[in-house]
Every structure is written in structure tokens, then in C-alpha cells.
């Protein structure tokens, strides 16, 4: 699995990205979350460290949103740091089901050939 580089915008999808990469390994998210972030979003982290140590995954994420999230997004702080548990869960749910429908388009292809 590769993470993309984070260069700001909307940072949903790229949390998603690096959560899924580290947290069953039990990897310091924020270290790692870093190394992939480079322009502007770079330049805010090294801000934020030299602000505070922030190496909580979740203030970290609440932080990243605060700064990036696009104005569809904008919803009060708490219910975006209560809903992106749920909203990750969702994108693994669309990915799996795109997954499956990728692979029966695939078994579907293979099956024409054969016949």
C-alpha cells in the first residue's frame, strides 16, 4: 500500500489513507503522518510542533481539519471529532464495495472469454 503526499486540501481521504496504513501496527501516527506531508501542509505541522508537542492522533486530526477542511466540511468542532470515526468507516465501506464490484466486473470478463 502506498500513502500519497499531503499538500493540503481537503485532508479526509489522506487520513484515511495513513490511519489505515499504521494503526494495526500500533506506529505513531503523528511521527509518520508527518513524513508524508510536504508544501503548505508541511509548513503548518512545523508550526503546530513548534507551537505544542502534538502527538495525539486525535488532536492531530482535529487540528488538520481546523486548518484544511473545505467549507462543505465546516460543521461545529466537536460533532466533525465525533463523526470521523463513523465517516472513516464509511469510506472503507464505499472502498469494499467498489472493491467487490471491481472484481466481479473482472470475474464477469473472465467468464465471457471462456465461453
Known amino acids: 500500500m502506498k500513502i500519497s503526499k499531503f499538500k493540503g486540501g481537503d485532508p479526509l481521504w489522506w487520513l484515511f489513507e495513513v490511519y489505515n496504513f499504521f494503526a494495526l501496527q500500533n506506529t505513531p501516527l503523528v511521527s509518520i503522518a508527518s513524513y508524508f506531508m ?3 501542509a508541511l509548513e503548518w505541522f512545523q508550526d ?3 507551537l505544542r508537542s502534538c502527538t495525539d492522533w486525535v488532536e ?3 487540528s488538520l481539519q481546523d486548518r484544511f477542511r473545505t467549507p462543505i466540511h ?3 468542532m466537536e460533532a466533525t471529532t465525533q463523526e470521523f470515526p463513523l465517516k472513516l468507516t ?3 465501506e464505499s472502498k469494499e464495495i467498489l472493491e467487490v464490484e471491481e472484481q466481479s466486473k473482472i470475474q464477469e470478463v473472465e467468464v465471457t472469454f471462456k465461453d
Open 74 to 76: 465546516d460543521a461545529p
Open 90 to 92: 464509511k469510506i472503507q
Open 60 to 62: 492531530f486530526v482535529c
Open 38 to 40: 510536504e508544501g503548505e
Open 48 to 50: 503546530l510542533k513548534a
